[in-house]
């Protein structure tokens, strides 16, 4: 008897709401939030401006806590666990692309990717090759000591990707991994996203609001009043 594999990630009834200003009281952002994401599996998330796409992702990546529900990795139910806990699993397991980059400012290109690894507790010389090869693959060959301010924003958001590979986890949410980049550009970061599912059955969650990328993810929902609906 076969029985379908467990999800990578799992989030069952999420609630999220934020205080709001005097005139509009508490903001329920997301009501009922409910998705599973399966091994090497490529999922899209759209939706309009505001409606709660990175409260959302922050949540499935262990970064906020929701209201209600739950979130689980594999078994594990994550905000069950104490933070550092949280912190160190999420570091092993969950790349994370930023919407706004996040980069250490004072850090150069490299030792912004080669900081989950310095994390983990990986030598210096080993971390230092692996983010070179993997700014090298995302075209940052000549950007290596770059500060974030001297690179374009495109430029940033590719270290954010290498950073986010670094300690080659099983599951990348990206949030809006491609909103900077050019058509050649956008291209190479999918093309890594796609080939890393085949190589290392990498599990994808991103949120675009391009339509062209969505088509190409293997399921794509979409957040709307609160609510994730799948599109067929
Ligand atoms: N920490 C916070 N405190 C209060 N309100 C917040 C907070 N974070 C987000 N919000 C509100 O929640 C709503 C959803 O924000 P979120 O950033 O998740 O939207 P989004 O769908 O990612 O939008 P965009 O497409 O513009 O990036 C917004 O109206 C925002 O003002
Ligand atoms: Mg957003």
């Not at 029985?3 to 709401?17: D, E, G």
């Not at 160190?88 to 912004?112: K, M, S, W, Y």
């Not at 770059?146 to 690179?151: F, K, N, T, V, Y």
Request: charge should be negative; charged fraction near 25%; include cysteine.
């Amino acid at each position: 008897m076969t029985s379908s594999p467990q999800p990578v990630l799992r989030a069952q009834n999420i609630a999220k709401s934020f205080k709001g200003d005097s005139e509009s009281g508490r903001l329920d952002i997301l009501t009922d939030v409910n998705l599973s994401i399966g091994k090497s599996e490529i999922i899209a998330i759209i939706g309009s401006s505001g409606c709660g796409k990175s409260t959302l992702l922050h949540i499935l990546g262990g970064l906020d806590q929701p209201n209600d529900g739950s979130v689980k990795w594999g078994d594990q139910s994550i905000y069950d666990l104490k933070s550092d806990n949280l912190a160190d699993l999420r570091n092993r397991n969950v790349g994370f692309v930023f919407q706004f980059h996040h980069l250490l400012p004072e850090f150069t290109a490299i030792e912004n990717v080669m900081m989950p690894g310095f994390i983990r507790g990986l030598p210096e010389d080993e971390a230092e090759e692996r983010a070179s090869a993997l700014l090298g693959r995302l075209g940052l060959d000549g950007r290596l000591t770059h500060r974030p301010s001297q690179l374009s924003g495109g430029e940033q958001q590719r270290v954010s990707m290498a950073r986010a590979l670094m300690n080659e986890p099983s599951m990348i949410l990206a949030d809006e991994p491609t909103g900077n980049l050019d058509e050649a550009n956008t291209e190479s970061i999918l093309a890594q996203l796609f080939e890393l599912r085949e190589d290392r059955e990498l599990s994808i969650a991103l949120i675009t609001h391009e339509k062209e990328i969505a088509d190409r993810c293997d399921v794509v929902y979409e957040l709307h009043n609160g609510v994730l609906h799948r599109l067929d």
